[in-house]
Nanobody, 117 residues
């Protein structure tokens, strides 16, 4: 199994920056991709950014150019650097991983990001 624990959320003014972290434990070597999702109040959970085990990254259009996903080489920690934050970025952010050739997945507990206008 893979366990995920996020940290780094908080309250920030519009235009500010935050960095989220997600520490993975367990069967780390079996991780295929790691993602950041977010869920705003009253809305569906949406994919924010993804990074494969080979380092390929993809981003939602809404965060392209402002957010950067990265991981350490051991796939132990996932990061999301968020710059030029907007009030519409306010949401609970979740770390997610597919592992064992996408047969299984795991979610973190979520971390709240609030951007004040």
């Amino acid at each position: 199994q893979v366990q995920l624990v996020e940290s780094g959320g908080g309250l920030v003014q519009a235009g500010g920056s935050l960095r989220l972290s997600c520490v993975a434990s367990g069967s780390i070597s079996s991780i295929n991709v790691m993602d950041w999702y977010r869920q705003a109040s009253g809305k569906q959970r949406e994919l924010v950014a993804r990074i494969s085990s080979g380092g390929t990254t993809t981003y939602a259009d809404s965060v392209q150019g402002r957010f950067t996903i990265a991981r350490d080489n051991a796939m132990n920690t996932l990061y999301l650097q968020m710059n030029s934050l907007k009030p519409e970025d306010t949401a609970v952010y979740y770390c997610h991983a597919y592992y064992e050739w996408y047969a299984r997945d795991s979610w973190g507990q979520g971390t709240q990001v609030t951007v004040a206008s």
